[in-house]
């Protein structure tokens, strides 16, 4: 018997268990794992306060193309709003409580604009400073390390309505003013600062397709909005977000990095193309869609221009930048938060100027077949994670990384059913960790990884219909109780130090390597 123990003891440790499994300890020290949120998709108390409406507040209530993404899928209508979603405005300490709980290191949320300067400009709103500062202490309390994003989509509606927000060169001032009171005001705890997100997808589904607030668009590129130009638009608001970021960088280098020692960047959606078929046409137009993508933003803030191939393709009406305007943007990130989501093929279409539905990027000259599937239970291979990272990598000079949004959305049947069991979210979450970790090995400079969501948020698209949270959100109760799901303890046993079992293809070639 003891001869059989002994056997089987010695069968086990010559089992290639700790070279197959991954833990948190695998990857670089210092390294932060967290997860998500932002301010409109969590906070609630749109009008307590004193905060004043943002655009999105006025989208929502005008019942938001929300509806047309979920009829075309086949889902009934959504029509939910921010004025409460999870209700973090009154629930921040049980929320702090349970992040303390699950282990993670940062939480990344996001300022209101309008609840800290309800006019977008001038006078700072004693309840918003109150709130911020006790969030941000409750954080720094449990341990966990504030990652702030200054500006997520909610733009004041006040200054929209004064001069039509990112279009006017305006709003560079009043965005570095809003900043300054961030800095001042909370920079003395928050190491990370972002500065803008998603701003090459913020330009394209406000300006281009008109989905999305602030809803401009012209036709063929959009349909029913109230104003716009998608041939000129989205570059102009792209422009100023461009030097706003810029110039909130300059600020804190001077004025507060010395004292503050923080770390300022700004965080893009990554999503990544790959060709449709194998064709040099298609090839030609994936690289021509990252390019517009992800080099819009990323080779002026690493060569100080746009990419060639959106100057020459979008020539007179592409914005350019002076000599200064190019020293201040270059060089403005201490890292570059990517948002990223499973990949999209892209297909040569010449046709694509004059498509009549919807088409964005349509100067890039392709169509796109978003292969994101919303079916429960669909999981993506993740190989798309560590292709765009060796593109920034190779392209881009190996800039600092963090993944601030990874997740996986379901939409379940009964949109109020309380679910716990989300299996497929861990396993989804895990193949990204596992091509994480080869990436970094790889030599790739990541820093961090946050799921999306923390819980679960009123999704830009969805409502409240999809759900990406490691917690679910009862949005039927009116305290919007909160509940772990299996993903939670999941995600919470890696980061205590427990092993994981590879699920992804890649590192299972890996491991057995
Ligand atoms: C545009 O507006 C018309 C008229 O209200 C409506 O029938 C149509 O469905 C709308 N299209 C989209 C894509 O919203
Ligand atoms: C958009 O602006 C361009 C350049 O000013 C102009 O040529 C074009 O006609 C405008 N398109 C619309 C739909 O207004
Ligand atoms: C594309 O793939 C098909 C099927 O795998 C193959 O037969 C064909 O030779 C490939 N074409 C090119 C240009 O690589
Ligand atoms: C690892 O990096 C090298 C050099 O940049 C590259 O050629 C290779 O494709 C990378 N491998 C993976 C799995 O990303």
Known sequence: MALLLLFFILLLSALPRDAAALTRRDFPGGFIFGAGTSAYQVEGAAAED????SIWDTFTHQGSNIRNVLVKAGYSPDKSTGDVAADQYHHYKDDV????????????????????IPDGRGKINPKGLEYYNNLIDELILHGIQPHVTIYHYDFPQSLQDEYNGLLSPRFIDDYTAYANTCFKSFGDRVKHWVTVNEPNIETISGFDDGTLPPRRCSYPFGVNCTGGNSSTEPYIAAHHLLLAHASAVSLYRDTYKVTQKGHIGITLLGLWYEPAT??????????????????????PLVYGDYPPVMRSRVGARMPRLTVEQSKKVSGSFDFI??????????????????????????DAAVTVDPITDIQEGYVEPPCALGKLLEHLKLKYGNPPVMIYENGYGDIPKTPSKIDYDDDYRSEFLQNYLEVLYLSIRNGSDVRGYFVWSFL??????????????????????????????????????????????????????????
Not at 50 to 53: A, D, E, L, N, W
Not at 97 to 116: C, N, V
Not at 347 to 362: T, V
């Open 50 to 53: 004193g905060r004043k409406p």
């Open 97 to 116: 409580k349970l992040m303390h709980e699950m282990g993670l290191d940062a939480y990344r949320f996001s300022i209101a604009w309008p609840r800290l």
């Open 278 to 299: 194998n064709t040099s046409q298609d090839a030609a137009a994936a690289t021509r869609m990252n390019d517009f993508h992800i080099g819009w933003f990323m080779y």
């Open 337 to 362: 938060g990517f948002n990223h989501y499973p990949d999209n093929r892209a297909r040569a279409d010449k046709s694509a100027f004059n498509l009549k539905q919807r088409d964005y990027y349509a």
């Open 456 to 513: 679960d948020v009123f999704e830009v698209l969805y409502g409240n219909v999809r759900r990406f949270g490691l917690c679910g959100v009862d949005m039927n109760s009116e305290r919007r109780t909160r509940y772990a799901r299996n993903s939670a303890r999941w995600y919470s046993g890696f980061l205590k130090g427990g092993e994981l079992r590879p699920v992804s293809p890649s590192w299972k070639a890996y491991a057995a390597a």
